[in-house]
């Protein structure tokens, strides 16, 4: 094959699984919602999903019984032929089986049903028709329709395990707003690591103030405010009218500009070459909240308000690293 021609499949691979991921997603209905119910009362009264499938879909069950922990929905991974052989004792009260299996017939799955109904624990499968025997055991089904598979041979698992690995994140999100979960419960899930150090940060723990944090009033110059943030290292300066309201806000990147038009610039007042209106963040938001600013506007700088819009600080994005927050 030429290297187009290669490109060209790989290509055509992807539109078949964005397409099939569409047509899952159109297919969701009232099944689903009925899904959604059972297991959000399951975990209301205590109980855990217990996600299980084989070969594939057992991986695949790993990765959404993780997702599903993450986010508040209490899981665990069940290897349907272990659980034969002992560990269906991790079944307990209030529990609910959460089955993957395209085709609905895998034996593995289909002969662990009737003992799992034995417990008393409602199952819910995961398949790519109705018309099959996994279907016809389960108290309830979440369809995973698509067109085709990626594979050539229509054998292989290709779009079918995108699909139910999309739909399980879709489940997992909706549980997340059907069981209120907020974002103080997800920091809590996860201490470590940047994730968890943005979510539980407050941007008073990581702005800058005092002389770290250049402040201005309108009327001052551009030469005042290099000297200010040269002696701060700072690469902004926040400009305040005389009750200390931010009014906006001169950056490295602005005198740059500014200089690359003329360099006769040193007594031009502030608030002739600041950034009126900049964007702004609360002392007591998330750092998360932090990141999503700086990326969504893609800027280096951002001064920090109170709920007075009165200025307490500053947020550099060179300092994000050294918090261990990005």
Known sequence: MTNEALLHRAQDVIKIETEGLKIAGEALGDDFIKSVRMIASALDAGGKIVVSGVGKNLHIAEKMSATLASTGSTSVVMNPIQAMHGDLGILADNDILLALSFSGESDELVKLIPAVKRLGVPVISMVGNTDNTLAGMSDALIPVI???????????????????????DALAMVLIDARHFVKENYAKLHPAGAIGRALV???????????????????????????????????????????????????????????SESTDILKTVIESVMTTDPKSVKEDAY??????????????????????NEIVGYVDIQDLPKMKVM
């Open 146 to 168: 698509i067109n085709k598979e990626a594979c050539p041979f229509g054998m292989a698992p290709t779009t079918s395990t995108t699909a139910t690995m999309a739909v399980g």
């Open 287 to 308: 750092a998360i909240d932090v990141l999503r600013i700086f990326e969504q506007y893609r800027i280096d700088d951002l001064p920090v308000v109170n709920a007075a």
């Open 201 to 259: 940060l407050r941007v008073y723990d990581i702005m800058r103030t005092g002389e770290k944090s250049v402040v201005l009033q309108l009327g001052a110059t551009v030469q005042d405010a290099i000297m200010a943030m040269s002696s701060a290292k700072s690469g902004a300066a926040l400009i305040s009218d005389e009750k200390g309201m931010l009014c906006g806000i001169f950056t490295d990147g602005d005198l740059r500009r500014h200089l």
